[in-house]
């Protein structure tokens, strides 16, 4: 039994692989936030009119707010003043017309973290946009995307070549009031991603984001904007990744989601920012705001998560269900290790008719983290025939960690139907014994109870990262999903 | 405007602040002063509090209700109390807060054992009082216990001595005669190491004392608060039904200490009133076991909200808990049970259920299951369902000649009947089950079936 615990912890306790640091000639704002840096960041990045005014009222609003507290989370407050709000390696006018022109050593850092630019990789089927702290350095695959007639780029070059789509749609699933770190985003963001189908496109590949955090004392705060009209589908990855550092950094991103009549979008993550060392030292606040619209009939918006890294992971990937028929998903597997924290889950709101939403959230806490899920169903009276069912289940290993289950369900139509499960509980000595008698080794005992209890999630990723999703999962748990 | 409210409040009671039993002795004075003190400066809880996220009591202090100075003058028909009235029971009835002797039954009761007003036991067993009074609501204070402890007016004292198991049940009658007042009361209640008891609380508020009439409508408000100390390997079995009339407003909140190996099933029962809060929280320990079962029925505008949550402080306890709500017309039906186990816990096994039934197109359920768990070698669940009635079920039926509305009728009634079912006690079984089926949201359910 105790050889088997310490298999166990032996598995639990692993380095974090991607946290080298990239030395580079950067462009870089002062510390500081006020209107001032809001104006230099929209003139360095040549944004329209109407951004800079978005953003502007953006900032006053946040100025009004206060940092929310409700979350299972614990941290020191966040001073907004001593982070800089802008940082991107130094680049030729214009910037990069080729990957030729791309700063070779941030090539070589993409190389590292295993997501090759160069378009003739192994992941060749992915067309990937990298975002190096503040900025998109590239964007691959355009010209085949662009033959199929999508749209994907960095948001702030959409914002230069489709200010229409940006105007029409920027805020208006997630509006700049909508909460403390929203706010926030709508007046600092800096990059982020582009991604518009036109009607009856199916995306040709699927479109990938690598954000990475590489300077020191600054904030991440993307922005993706992902809109699918009528009849479009799309899949998009993202991907994340920080060096390791002593003081804590700040993500506060933004994802909004349009669908449209019958169009598809699924969105995967693979979020893995350092989460802090085994004291608890250092890491990565994602503070994530991310919501999905379906708005037409028969629209589907999926939302796979596999949560590894971060100091404090707060977000819950929402779908509103506008359209009749439409449908939501949100699958998840989180896993805290040491003293990370995580309070996540999702918000499903039926308003159309037949709307349909599956929860499937899979909890993993180890050392002395503390692993919430918090998730609200919500049946609006028009949501006749809503349908809902949600799993929640965590799984502990080790005696000083959390699992906490907050979901919240409200119904305001007779026809629905609503189910919510959660079980809570550790690998037992059976189920190893078990393996064990059946002559797997421990590790791989608890490898396979692992991979089994994630399996549920895992089967929603698509095939190129579901492979990424059980290195990184493997990361924390040492090879013990296989 | 909380704080305006308590001290409107604190206006009224000032002319009873005298009255209150207890006036010798100091601790229960500094007891209330400060009860007092939190009170005014919290006020009754508001929605942004995330216990009180479903439920909006500014109804309550707006209305500003009165404290009834003593019991009423009027007598009360005999005849109509005794349909409340178990036999073969001790009973404590308590009008509009206080403790009627005329009415209660409380003969024959075995040497050691108290069952008595409260207001008696702070004149004869004032040290048993003060060791346990606010010890169980410690965790849960909030402007409702504040509000009660500091205006108290009587209540129920029971203690059931070591070894000592009680052969009829205890029953207390809350009877609140007319509107506008306000009734506040506060239990304790000690079972000892072995010993065993079963009490019953029934909430009623349908008679007129002045008009000798059945008033079902009179505007009141109940705030009652039991503490119960469930001692090493004792068994306690907690009834509660809430009858309240159609416009009332209900308070009612059971904080329970179990000892180690202790046994506590609570049966929660709630009818009546406009607006309808229960507060069910038990700390368990060492083995203890702790069952809490509940059955809400909400029509026309009725608001009824359950709120438990147990707190497993030691390892190897075990919690049950089923919640099933039955909604009609504009009713609101609110369950948020929460379990909690602490970092020693370990070999916990909780599971924890909530249904609801959502009879008509204005009903709304809101449920909020929470597991907090500290603990790795444990196992708990929960399960939480929102929806109708299974159209499979009906189809079956029908399909054996029932017409749909019967078929119907009979389902939603067998959802329910599971909750009375589990009840030990076979005249508040009948008693329950009246209630319920004039209650029911329609008609057709024959007592034949039964």
Redesign the interface.
């Known amino acids: 039994m105790s050889a088997s615990e310490q298999e166990i912890k032996n598995l639990i306790g692993k380095e974090y692989k991607q946290g080298f640091v990239t030395e580079l000639e950067t462009d870089t704002f002062l510390p500081g936030l006020d209107e001032a840096v809001i104006l230099r960041l929209s003139k360095v990045k040549n944004e329209p009119e109407f951004m800079l005014e978005y953003r502007l009222k953006a900032f006053r609003h946040w100025q009004t707010m206060k940092s929310p507290e409700w979350a299972f989370v614990k941290f020191d407050p966040i001073d907004y003043q001593a982070i800089s709000y802008y940082s991107a390696p130094k680049r030729k006018e214009n910037g990069p017309k080729s990957l030729n022109e791309i700063d070779p050593q941030v090539l070589e850092a993409y190389k590292k973290l295993g997501i090759p630019l160069d378009e003739q990789e192994r992941l060749a089927g992915v067309a990937v946009d990298a975002v190096f702290d503040s900025v998109s350095v590239a964007t691959t695959f355009k010209g085949k995307l662009k033959e199929a007639g999508v749209i994907f780029c960095p948001i702030s070059e959409a914002l230069r070549d489709h200010p229409e789509l940006i105007k029409q749609y920027l805020g208006s699933v997630v509006p700049h009031t909508d909460n403390f770190f929203a706010a926030l985003n709508a007046a600092v963001f800096t990059d982020g991603s582009f991604v518009y189908i036109p009607k009856g496109v199916r995306c040709p590949m699927e479109l990938s984001t690598y954000f990475r955090i590489n300077a020191a004392n600054t904030g991440q705060f993307e922005r993706t904007l992902i809109i699918a009209d009528e009849g479009g589908h799309v899949s998009y990855l993202e991907g994340c990744t920080a060096p390791m550092r002593d003081e804590n950094q700040l993500h506060a991103a933004v994802v909004e989601l349009i669908a449209m009549k019958d169009a598809t979008i699924k969105y995967s993550t693979v979020q893995n920012w350092y989460p802090g060392d085994k004291e608890g030292k250092g890491g990565i606040y994602n503070f994530v705001t991310k919501r999905a619209d379906c708005r037409g009939e028969n629209s589907k918006v999926s939302w796979t998560q596999v949560e590894t890294g971060s100091a404090i992971t707060w977000k819950y990937p929402s779908c509103i269900l506008t359209g009749d028929n439409s449908t939501g998903e949100f699958y998840s597997v989180a896993l805290t290790n040491n003293y990370q924290q995580a309070d996540t889950g999702t918000k499903m709101i039926h308003v159309g008719k037949n709307t349909s939403s599956t929860i499937v959230s899979k909890g993993i806490s180890a050392g002395k983290a503390q692993n919430t899920y918090r998730g609200l169903v919500k049946v609006l009276k028009s949501a006749e025939n809503a349908r809902n069912y949600t799993q929640c289940d965590s799984l502990l290993i080790g005696d000083k960690c959390g699992a906490h289950t907050f979901p919240y369900v409200e119904v305001k139509q007779p026809s629905a139907q609503v189910e919510h499960e959660a079980t809570t509980s550790k690998i037992s000595e059976d189920q190893l014994f078990f393996c064990q008698q059946r002559g797997l080794s421990a590790e791989d005992a608890v490898s396979m109870i692992v991979n089994g209890f994630c399996k549920e999630v895992f089967r929603e990723l698509p095939m190129e990262f579901a492979v990424e999703a059980q290195a990184l999962l493997g990361l924390s748990l040492e090879g013990s999903v296989g | 405007m909380n704080t305006a409210t308590a001290t409107r409040y604190a206006v009224k009671y000032q002319a009873i602040a005298s009255a209150l039993p207890g006036q010798t002795l100091p601790w229960l004075q500094t007891l209330r002063a400060e009860a007092l003190m939190a009170f005014s400066e919290s006020g009754f809880p508001s929605p942004r509090e995330?216990e009180w996220r479903y439920t909006n009591v500014s109804a309550i202090e707006k209305k500003l209700f009165s404290p009834s100075i003593s019991l009423p003058a009027g007598s009360i028909d005999a005849q109509w109390l005794k349909s409340y009235q178990l036999q073969d029971a001790w009973v404590l009835v308590l009008v509009n807060g206080h403790f009627s002797a005329e009415l209660s039954v409380l003969d024959d009761l075995p040497e050691a054992v108290s069952v008595m007003s409260m207001a008696e036991a702070l004149a004869k067993q004032p040290d048993q009082v003060q060791k346990h009074l606010g010890l169980a609501t410690a965790q849960s204070e909030h402007g409702f216990v504040a509000f009660n402890t500091a205006w108290f007016t009587d209540g129920l004292f029971v203690h059931v001595p070591a070894k000592q198991v009680l052969d009829r049940p205890i029953q207390l009658l809350h009877i609140v005669t007319d509107a506008d007042i306000m009734s506040t009361t506060r239990n304790i209640i000690i079972v000892d190491e072995m010993a065993e008891a079963k009490v019953i609380e029934i909430f009623i508020g349908v008679y007129s004392a002045t008009s000798s009439e059945i008033v079902a409508d009179n505007a009141y408000l109940t705030a009652a608060v039991t503490e119960v100390y469930v001692g090493q390997n004792a068994d306690l079995t907690l009834y509660k039904m809430q009858s309240e009339s159609e416009k009332a407003y209900h308070f009612g909140g059971s904080y329970i200490k179990q000892a180690r190996d202790a046994r506590f099933t609570h049966h929660n029962f709630a009818f009546g009133g406009l607006l309808a809060r229960s507060d069910i929280h038990a700390d368990l320990d060492h083995a203890s076991e702790c069952e809490l079962n509940g059955l809400y029925l909400g029509s026309k505008r009725q608001h009824i909200d359950n709120h438990t949550r147990i707190n497993h402080l030691k390892p190897y306890a075990v919690s049950r808990e089923v919640y099933k709500g039955v909604l009609d017309d504009r009713a609101r039906g609110v369950f948020q049970g929460r379990v909690i186990v602490a970092?020693d816990a370990?070999q916990t096994d909780s599971q924890m259920n909530n249904r609801?039934l959502?009879?008509?197109?204005?009903?709304?359920?809101?449920?909020?299951?929470?597991?907090?768990?500290?603990?790795?070698?444990?196992?708990?669940?929960?399960?939480?369902?929102?929806?109708?009635l299974d159209e499979k079920s009906i189809f079956y039926l029908q399909s054996r000649g029932i017409d749909e509305e019967t078929a119907r009728n009979m389902l939603t009634f067998a959802f329910a009947n599971e909750m009375v079912d589990k009840i030990k006690i076979k005249g508040l079984h009948d008693m329950v089950l009246e209630q319920v089926l004039t209650r029911f949201p329609q008609e057709g359910v024959n007592k034949e079936w039964l």
Request: with cysteine; hydrophobic share 30%; charged share 30%.
């Open positions: 995330e970092i370990q609801n959502l009879l008509s197109d204005d009903a709304e359920a809101d449920t909020k299951p929470q597991l907090e768990i500290y603990a790795d070698d444990v196992k708990c669940g929960h399960g939480v369902t929102v929806g109708q």
